[in-house]
């Protein structure tokens, strides 16, 4: 196998899992139709050839097609594939066969919070000079890359529950055989794959059943939902954190900018630049499974204390006119309020926080979550919903229910200014899991020509 041409190329699993394979040693080339930054910059820094659509005719010649699991049937390039008998793997299966045999895998599962985490996890094995190889789906921006084969055993990998290709419906995370898994929560999500909560805890239970006997399960104490999944069958160790946990857990900030954890009477202290609540339990989380590693929880805790975050969550792009511009990758119901809620402790009662959210996924665009958005938006001062051309249902009707001020706006032209029109010392968090039709830079370079300068 020499060339793997990679569909679906520029989402956030596949296109990690085209580094991998070109570090490899192997030619790679992708096609998608959604091509932007970061991934699409990283994928071009590498030397990895992108072909914009799925146009047949474009389909090059391969030894593999590795298939991305937002591509279906009906899609002119597999279709060719198809049609013309030619190989072809997930890439779930593609990193199990050419990438995890013989590593230690440390999988991080759950609703929320899987791509912070799997950063941390793999940061604190890196500091601790344990080099580990990962594959997350955003880039750290303690590395400069979202995956890399590493120097030992260890592989850090972001485990999603999402089906894993359009011939395979099993949730991607069956395939990577882990030996240290975190559950971080479980929510119903993926409403255009899963009926129920019951049926993506089938598949978390899936999981769980091939983790090793002397493997490890991570889990804050008190979620219902994941206790369920280990009420099915659970054969390894598990390990309890928060209150009435195996590992105590106390903030020493309220906004979460410093905590200790204590295990079985050692305590190690993080103080560091994230806030939330729910980036304390991300942190807890990360210190056990590399301590399941052989990292002491001390040198865990001096690691974690100088993590800086990862693109697009919490991302601060910069302040202009007075105006702070942030991007964050929140699409759930639950992620938009932690994510407000941890800006909220860090600035204080009295800030200006403006949030723009784009309701992008399949979840969100079949209404699933209606009645649950307004409300998850309460803690900012103002709130204002983008209302894309494809969504199925109305966001008006919703806006009428809103606990504070919102606006539904239906032109990135008239967010961008109504943006402009803020008034200084406005913090204005972005929030959507897709590109947003680059209203990020719209916005920034929009107040920076209002002000007559460049954004900083």
């Known amino acids: 196998m020499q060339h793997v041409h990679v569909l679906g190329i520029c989402g956030t699993f596949m296109g990690s899992l085209a580094l991998l394979a070109k570090e490899l040693g192997l030619r790679v080339t992708g096609q998608d139709e959604n091509v ?8 071009e820094t590498a030397g990895i050839e992108l072909i914009q659509g799925y146009a047949a005719a474009s389909l090059p010649e391969a030894d593999v097609y590795v298939v991305g699991n937002a591509i279906s049937r009906g899609n002119e390039a597999l279709e060719a594939i198809l049609n013309r008998g030619l190989p072809y793997i997930s890439g779930p299966q593609f990193l199990a066969e050419h990438v995890l045999p013989g590593r230690w895998v440390v999988a991080v599962a759950g609703t929320h919070g899987k791509t912070t985490t799997a950063s941390m996890v793999a940061w604190v094995l890196e500091k601790n000079d344990l080099s ?44 990577y055989r882990p030996r240290t898994v975190i559950l971080n929560n479980l929510e119903f999500d993926h409403a255009d794959i899963f009926a129920d909560l019951a049926a993506i805890q089938t598949q978390f239970h899936h999981l769980v059943r ?6 490890q399960i991570i889990l804050p104490a008190g979620e219902s939902a994941l206790e369920n999944v280990l009420a099915q069958g659970c054969w390894s160790e598990v390990v309890r954190f928060g209150v009435q946990g195996d590992v105590t857990v106390q903030l020493l900030a309220a906004d979460g900018s410093a905590f200790s954890v204590n295990k079985a009477g050692v305590e190690a202290t993080v103080r560091w630049g994230l806030t939330g609540v729910h980036n304390v339990n991300n942190g807890v989380a990360a210190l056990l499974a590399a301590h399941h590693c052989g990292v002491t929880l001390a040198d865990g805790a001096a690691a974690l204390s100088q993590f800086v975050g990862v693109k697009r969550r919490m991302e601060r792009l910069g302040t202009a006119k007075g105006v702070t511009v942030y991007d964050d990758f929140a699409h759930h119901p639950t992620a938009i309020h932690t994510t407000l809620e941890g800006i909220r402790q860090q600035l204080g009662e009295g800030a200006n926080i403006v949030a723009l959210i784009e309701p992008r996924s399949n979840t969100m665009k079949m209404g699933v979550h209606s009645g649950r958005l307004m409300p998850s938006a309460k803690l900012a001062s103002a709130a204002w919903w983008y209302q894309a051309p494809d969504a199925g249902w109305s966001l008006e009707e919703e806006a009428q229910a809103s606990p504070v001020p919102t606006e539904v706006f239906q032109s990135l032209d008239d967010i961008v200014a109504a943006a402009v029109a803020l008034p200084p010392g406005t913090h204005l968090v972005i929030m959507s899991n897709g590109g947003f039709g680059g209203v990020h830079g719209k916005i920034m370079a929009a107040l920076a020509q209002q002000e007559g300068f460049n954004a900083h």
């Open 210 to 215: 091939i983790i090793p006997s002397q493997g």
């Open 36 to 43: 932007y930054p970061p991934m699409s910059t990283q994928l």
């Open 132 to 175: 580990p190889g990962f594959l997350i789906g955003g880039v750290p921006q303690n590395f400069t890359v979202s995956a890399r084969l590493g120097a030992t055993p260890f592989f850090v990998v972001e485990a999603d529950e999402y089906d894993t290709a359009f011939s395979d419906k099993r949730s991607k995370f069956v395939h």
